[in-house]
């Protein structure tokens, strides 16, 4: 149990156009998931906390107009990057819980390339 | 991650054992884990310990906590190429915010 999938895994766009990437929890309901934004041989960053029905808490210095997330089900969250720029390229990761004070478990992850 | 401190290289020679090493700065952590990444991958939960607890053995896996250090610690025995990764440690907030070290990178050696 506890599988989060991501999709997509890898994607490639242009400058200026938007992406949403999907983040699942296949096997049980996500009340909280989170997402995180990795630098290639970095740690990872929370960028924002995602509650169902609820609108997300971002972390200090988190554009929340550009990186607008959506958890509309029990299962599922995303995130879109709007307007997206090079800066914006990195690998970002989510994971899911079951409730606050449980584990956190991940998402396989979206690699972002903006040219 | 500034606040969770982990060395950022070891090298290891398959069979021996591995032991990463960890420091961290919230004493009121009540779970401390260390995540496995490899390559292009998201993070793998390996394990945990609760904040009461000395030590945790998992087949492979050794974790050994000093709470009055706030020192963690990472044991694998037997090292295996399949052990070359990233491995993370991470402690968890009142917020149940997940805080993660910079990583060690591990590698393997024949």
């Known amino acids: 149990g506890a599988v989060v999938s991501q999709h997509p895994s890898r994607v490639i766009c242009k400058s200026g156009t938007s992406v949403k990437i999907e983040c699942r929890s296949l096997d049980f309901q996500a009340t909280t998931m989170f997402w995180y934004r990795q630098f290639p041989k970095q740690s990872l960053m929370l960028m924002a906390t995602?509650?169902?029905?609820?609108?997300?808490?971002?972390e200090q210095g988190v554009e929340k107009d550009k990186f607008l997330i959506n958890h509309a089900s029990l299962t599922l969250s995303t995130l879109t990057v709007t307007s997206a720029h090079p800066e914006d390229s990195s690998f970002y990761i989510c994971s899911a819980v079951r409730s606050r004070t449980e584990t956190q478990y991940f998402g396989p992850g979206t690699r972002l390339l903006v040219l | 991650g500034e606040d969770v401190e982990q060395s950022l290289f070891l090298s290891v020679r398959e069979g021996d054992s591995s032991v990463i090493n960890c420091t961290y700065t919230?004493?009121?952590?009540?779970?401390l884990y260390w995540y496995k990444q490899e390559p292009g991958a998201g993070l793998q939960l390996l394990t945990y310990i609760f904040s009461n607890m000395d030590m945790k053995q998992d087949q492979r896996l050794t974790v050994l906590l000093n709470k009055k250090d706030k020192h963690l610690s990472l044991r694998i025995a037997d090292t295996q190429t399949g052990d070359s990764a990233i491995y993370f440690c991470a402690e968890i907030s009142n917020d149940y915010k997940l805080s993660f070290g910079a990583g060690t990178t591990v590698t393997v050696r024949a």
């Open positions: 919230d004493s009121s952590s009540t779970y």
């Open positions: 995602s509650n169902e029905g609820s609108k997300a808490t971002y």
